[in-house]
């Protein structure tokens, strides 16, 4: 007998990682939210490093496969597509972004001139490893 599905926690409400990844299922039915193959992670919509408390927040939270996995990290799928396609309605900032401007998923702002201004994370290998694969490396900027 399956388990009875669980009412899903606000979008703004700090969950544990096992919650995370069960109601960031949960909400796209197991499956990826871009291609609806199973689900094999509960991808951070803006990097869980960015957010003091880890960012486990549904509202930070999408249902993908592996390959959209990957698409998400070198920022290929954009924050904001990720969050449409997860249905996610009130995204959650970490601690000093500003709801008016736009980021990647390490931080990052883009600028309307198509650069990156380099976010908290600016020494990140892992976030520089993403946007070098992503070949979008070249256009982020440190000075302001
Ligand atoms: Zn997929």
Redesign the pocket.
């Known amino acids: 007998m399956a388990a009875r599905p669980k009412p899903l926690p606000p979008e703004d409400a700090l969950l544990s990682r096992a919650d995370f990844k069960l109601f960031v299922f949960q909400r796209a039915g197991g499956k990826?939210i871009?291609?609806s193959?199973p689900a094999a992670d509960a991808h951070h919509v803006l990097e869980r490093k960015l957010f003091p408390d880890g960012g486990y927040y549904s509202g930070n939270g999408a249902a993908?496969?592996d390959?959209?996995h990957w698409q998400c990290e070198t920022t290929e799928l954009s924050v904001e597509r990720v969050r449409e396609a997860a249905g996610i309605s009130r995204p959650v900032l970490p601690p000093g972004f500003e709801a008016d401007l736009q980021y990647d998923k390490w931080g990052n702002v883009l600028r309307a001139d198509g650069l990156r201004q380099a976010g908290p994370l600016r020494d990140d290998d892992g976030m520089r490893r993403a946007l070098t694969t992503g070949r979008v490396i070249s256009l982020l900027v440190y000075a302001p």
């Open positions: 990826c871009f291609c193959r993908v496969c390959l959209h």
